[in-house]
């Protein structure tokens, strides 16, 4: 079982304004509770035990909320990105001494999964992939990108929202990913996963980036109406 585990919450949020102008998206409630304590609560129940949380943007909003994160029956520890935000790929590349581990989850911010991230680790071991990305059938194509997979489930590349994005899979923020995979990459330089590393890795080394094909939920936080939407969700979960 992987136990260490990356939360990306360094982003702006512009997409939620203004509703992110005095906290970052991840310190923002669902169903009453902050949206980064649930994604590190369910971590912690699905194993994880070591978790470090990646800053830039009102870092303090999530800092005082998740403390050492004891309290949630983990450990964790902040990767700070300044002066600049450091991308989807830059992010971890800064992270890799703070995690410490050759195996670890990436986890987006800023969504909800329930995935069973057992199974998932256990996938990423077999397949010897450097990354392996969680994905579910992408039914609204016209609002999601995806990943595209051949018959052996390697990514083989990724789809802009639209038409172009019919038939492919749905990324839903969970990553198994090797050390290896960002350890090429120059500190501090801002690089993107999927619009930039992922695609080098797909050309230079085929079959390193894998999908995992899986059944969960997911929920978004993206825009208001999505915010809104999974609120209203988890405050009738908890009724």
Avoid at 97 to 124: C, K
Wanted: proline share 6%; glycine share 10%.
């Amino acid at each position: 079982m992987i136990t260490h585990a990356l939360v990306l919450a360094a982003g702006l949020g512009t997409r939620l304004r203004p509703l992110t102008l005095t906290r970052a998206k991840p310190a923002m409630p669902i169903g009453g509770e902050p949206l980064v304590r649930r994604i590190i609560r369910w971590l912690a129940l699905e194993h994880v035990r070591d978790v470090v949380v990646n800053l830039h943007y009102l870092p303090e909003t999530i800092t005082r909320i998740v403390g050492d994160g004891s309290d949630l029956g983990v450990r964790v520890r902040y990767s700070w990105e300044q002066p600049r935000i450091l991308g989807s790929a830059g992010g971890p590349r800064r992270a890799l001494p703070i995690v410490g581990a050759s195996s670890f989850f990436i986890v987006n911010g800023d969504t909800l999964t329930d995935l069973a991230l057992a199974r998932m680790a256990a996938a990423h071991a077999s397949s010897q992939a450097l990354v392996t990305i969680a994905l579910i059938p992408n039914r609204e194509p016209e609002r999601y990108g995806g990943a595209r997979l051949d018959a052996d489930g390697h990514v083989i590349g990724f789809a802009p929202r639209g038409e172009e994005a019919a038939g492919s899979y749905h990324v839903i923020g969970v990553q198994a990913a090797q050390a290896e995979a960002f350890a090429g990459l120059n500190d501090g330089e801002p690089v993107n996963s999927v619009r930039g590393l992922y695609e080098q890795l797909i050309a230079t080394k085929p079959g390193s980036i894998r999908g995992y094909v899986c059944a969960a939920s997911f929920w978004d936080i993206g825009t208001p109406e999505d915010y809104a939407a999974t609120d209203a969700a988890f405050r009738n979960r908890s009724a």
